[in-house]
């Protein structure tokens, strides 16, 4: 990487982190403690999940990057670059079904099945939350199981330096 490309991608994650880490918290905390979110629970529940995940993506993906680009080379450890490999891609896939799920509550798709069975009790939104975090989840287990080892292309340079750097 350029110098000026080493730069901008440094202060993109840095703005990322500022930003992302207190914004998605402070939504987190209204919703929960001040009710602020004024919508049904399932939705509520859903943004919840939403800005957790987020806080998670950018503690398991772009704090590592930002040490990464900071140190010019992979400083966390074997067992953190697959630690980060695995969790990343869980949240990053946990992430897209729930906003899938959340765009199709709001056409109206998940609703239909709620409006015929009844309302859509918490019990009910936290089956489907949880089934949804083990369907983002497999795919990640299945790599690791199979010994396929890191899966990103942070955690692939950060195995390919840790290998170099004991030779």
Known sequence: L???????????NLLLLLLGIPGNTLLFYASNAHKALNVELVTRLIIEHIAVCDVLILLTTFLPTLTTILHHRWVLGPEICYFVSFTSSIFFFYEILLTVLLTARRLGL?????????????????????????LAAAPSVCYMALGCGCSSYLTLSCASQATTETI
């Open 2 to 12: 350029t110098p000026t490309s080493r730069h901008l991608i440094f202060t993109y």
């Open 110 to 134: 998940v609703s239909e099945v709620a409006r015929r069975n009844g309302k859509m009790s918490y019990r009910v939104t936290m089956l489907v939350l949880v089934g949804l975090f083990v």
